[in-house]
């Protein structure tokens, strides 16, 4: 490796996603999560990311930071937090941070989320279930792919629905990627994807890329859930 054709890597010049971006705004693009270092409201345009170091970034409040905590990008509400739920892994909490601290000093990884095997898991209250929920947020340019899933009953077995349901879009199509039934739903009982009560698409679809730009979601299908308080769901997922 020579000097003329080494480069750090912690700036690195992105397309410009659809609608434009701010100084300073987080984005993801093509599976990187880099802050803008100049406005264009042009999509397509090149221009510099900061991908890796340390930066001040958007806290979410209610949370306390300590040193060397995993970070999760929120897309939905543009900012950080500690709750892997909410959005995509791109560093660790450089500094504590007190909750009430609308900020946080975070190291960003600079890697690409791309081909990463990621992991999900939340524990959702039936009420939750029962409305329907995002549980991955569109994320502009990028599909998600599911790898696996399992769920377990919280606090007494589902009861009065037909099926909870792992949802994506495939084919401009809302489908249920993992479909775990009302009777599989016992107490304690973990229901995997594609074994007993664990419904899966035709040939193997459950495991397809879904649709670019679109969630994965959860949702209830039949009558309301009752007995059960809580629903646990893991999958782990890829993005494309």
């Known amino acids: 490796m020579s000097a003329t054709n080494f480069k750090p890597g912690d700036i690195m010049e992105l397309a410009v996603p659809a609608g434009g971006v701010t100084t300073g705004g987080v984005y993801v693009i093509g599976g990187f999560v880099g802050i803008a270092t100049t406005t264009n409201a042009t999509a397509g345009a090149r221009v510099n990311f900061i991908v890796k170091g ?94 696996d899933a399992f769920a377990i009953a919280i606090g007494g077995a589902v009861t009065s629905n037909t099926t909870v349901d792992l949802k994506g879009t495939q084919a401009a199509a809302a489908v249920k990627l993992v479909a775990w039934t009302q009777a599989s739903l016992t107490q304690s009982t973990m229901v995997r994807a594609g074994g007993a009560g664990g419904t899966l698409l035709a040939d193997g679809a459950s495991f397809a890329p879904c649709d670019v730009n679109t969630a994965l979601t959860i949702a209830n299908t039949g009558s309301a ?16």
Do not use: H
Request: glycine share 8%.
């Open 54 to 147: 340390v930066n001040t970034l958007p806290k979410t409040t209610g949370e306390t930071w300590t040193e060397g905590q995993p970070l999760f990008w929120d897309a939905t509400n543009s900012k950080l937090s500690t709750d892997l739920t909410l959005g995509l892994p791109i560093g660790a909490v450089a500094a504590a941070a007190a909750s009430a601290d609308t900020t946080g000093s975070v190291r960003m990884n600079g890697v690409s989320l791309c081909g990463r095997i990621l992991n999900f898991r939340k524990r959702i209250p039936i009420a939750t279930i029962n409305a329907g929920a995002t549980l991955l947020a569109a994320i502009p340019g990028l599909k998600y792919r599911l790898c």
């Open 225 to 240: 859930i009752t007995v059960a308080t809580n629903v646990d769901v893991e999958f782990t997922y890829s993005l494309e």
